[in-house]
């Protein structure tokens, strides 16, 4: 079954202790991100990777670090959590289409984290 | 930066009666997607706009793309209770992979 599978699905952790969240797809997409969604704020794009090694900031990037060694694997690394990184974290995959564009994305299950 | 906002924030229809929810970008857009996610879920995709004035249906949902490219519309027929759900457009500009999501219109259908 073609799917993103996102590690864990709950979290609470203190401030400042360092986690990691995993991301693996397994439809040999080049696309992959990471958002995180608050109450009226939507889905904000953390980082994203076009393809094996290649990263790039979104929108809100700060506190945050992810890597792309593999091309199924994408995790998201908060070296030093804190409160207001609070939230629902989907990772989303996609194929590329023309003009290197993501095409529709294939979510995650989220993974909820709460930073005391 | 580019933002995305959706009008309304949360819209409550009685099932049966018909439901609309408007996208609008700060700049021009090279195509527009569009998500549903159920309560508790994840979003899902269902649709991607490309030309400028394109109209797509699946079922009862219709989506549209704006002349000018900058905004969207997904409108929906006689809803049903499976229609609730957070219905958000995700916009990309030309040019550029990132893609930004609108803020999200929550649906309610009352039975």
């Known amino acids: 079954e073609a799917q993103v599978t996102q590690n864990p699905r709950y979290l609470i952790t203190v401030t400042g202790k360092k986690l990691t969240v995993t991301c693996s797809q397994n439809m040999n997409h080049e696309y992959m991100s990471w958002y995180r969604q608050d109450p009226g704020l939507g889905l904000r794009q953390i980082y994203y990777?076009?393809?094996?090694?290649?990263?790039d900031k979104g929108d809100v990037p700060e506190g945050y670090k992810v890597s792309r060694k593999e091309k199924r694997n994408f995790p998201l690394i908060l070296e030093s959590p804190s409160p207001n990184q609070t939230s629902l974290y989907f990772c989303?995959?996609?194929?590329?289409?023309?003009?290197?564009?993501?095409?529709?994305?294939?979510f995650g299950s989220g993974t909820r984290l709460t930073v005391v | 930066g580019q933002q995305v906002m959706q009008i309304p924030q949360y819209q409550h229809v009685q099932e049966g009666e018909d439901f609309t929810t408007y996208c609008n970008s700060s700049?021009?857009?090279?195509?527009i997607q569009w998500y549903k996610q159920r309560p508790g879920g994840h979003p899902v995709f269902l649709i991607q706009?490309?030309?400028?004035?394109e109209v797509k249906k699946q079922k009862r949902l219709t989506f549209q793309f704006g002349e000018a490219k900058k905004n969207s519309s997904l409108h929906i027929t006689a809803t049903q209770t499976t229609d609730v759900g957070t219905y958000f457009c995700?916009?990309?500009?030309?040019?550029?992979?990132?893609?930004?999501f609108g803020t999200g219109t929550k649906l309610q259908v009352i039975p």
């Open positions: 989303a995959s996609s194929s590329l289409q023309g003009a290197g564009a993501p095409y529709g994305y294939t």
């Open positions: 990777s076009m393809n094996v090694e290649v990263t």
């Open positions: 706009l490309v030309k400028s004035g």
């Open positions: 995700a916009g990309r500009r030309g040019g550029y992979q990132k893609v930004t």
């Open positions: 700049t021009t857009l090279s195509n």
